[in-house]
């Protein structure tokens, strides 16, 4: 595992001319902070999977590192090995491979299941080819019935062939030492690359969280609610809280930090500055 910590930064695809324009100045001002690779989400149900490889063709026509994400819930093997080739067919080497949520309104979940059988069909049909990060959850995925399943689940996602794992957001670093630590003595030896998600909008953050899991500690929470409206308050909150987590996650160990950007730029640039990456 390399000692130099891997940072990078996740967009999603923008849905309008002015998404784009947005999304185009963000990743431009992020760039110049030279992280190892962005990477760019894929909808429920690959509803976004144009936009995904665009932004990643034009991300890496820039001359950086992009990976696209793919999900494999409520798609067929076909559509999966499509997809694969296609990347393969534009030089792209590196993917983020994920279950997905199942998008609104279908129940069936295609061919594949779970994201330990996406990372093995990636390998059984392209072999070596992509370097394959999969998501890992230190507060444990919301369908996760007890902490062993969540250790057992992310080994099949290793075992298949992830090269390495990126985290849910979380805000208790304590959570993610003891998550490491359990990897480790299960052999899971895969560098575990913290998620990070800044803080600019309470509400917003608050619904994101009640949505996959990752918990808000009562400390922040409370002080998060009582600025209320206090736009100013609550980001300058968050990027003092933000960047302290980072600062303790990088000391203890952590094998780099991944950015959720939300596709803006500003917070993710000010954390990176005031750690003086």
Not at 209 to 215: F, I, L, Q, R, T
């Amino acid at each position: 595992m390399g000692s130099v910590p891997v940072f990078s930064f996740e967009f999603f695809p923008p849905r309008t001319p002015e998404g784009k324009a947005k999304l185009r100045a963000a990743w431009q001002e992020l760039a110049r902070l030279e992280p190892r690779f962005f990477s760019c989400t894929y909808g429920a149900g690959g509803s976004t999977r144009e936009g995904t490889l665009e932004t990643v063709l034009e991300i890496r026509k820039a001359g950086h590192e992009a990976a696209p994400h793919i999900s494999c819930v409520a798609s067929t093997k076909k559509d999966v090995g499509e997809q694969l080739a296609l990347y393969k067919s534009h030089g792209i080497r590196h993917v983020v491979a994920l279950r997905g949520d199942l998008p609104s309104g279908i129940a069936a979940s295609g061919e594949f299941r779970y994201a330990n059988e996406l990372v093995a069909f990636i390998r059984e049909t392209t072999g070596d080819w992509f370097r394959i990060e999969v998501a890992c959850y230190p507060e444990y995925h919301p369908q996760t019935r007890n902490a062993a399943d969540e250790v057992k689940n992310f080994r099949k996602k290793v075992e298949a062939g992830a090269d390495a794992a990126i985290t849910q957001y979380f805000y208790n670093a304590d959570a993610y030492f003891r998550f490491v630590d359990e990897c480790r003595a299960a052999g899971i030896a895969v560098p575990i690359v913290p998620g990070i998600m800044p803080i600019g909008n309470f509400s917003q953050l608050a619904r994101f969280s009640d949505a996959c899991g990752a918990e808000i500690p009562r400390w922040m929470r409370v002080k998060l609610e009582g600025y209320r409206d206090d736009a100013a308050s609550i980001r300058a909150f968050g990027l003092d809280a933000v960047t302290a987590l980072c600062a303790r996650l990088l000391a203890g160990g952590a094998p780099g930090l991944h950015f959720y950007t939300l596709n803006q730029a500003a917070l993710s640039a000010e954390i990176w500055r005031r750690l003086k990456l």
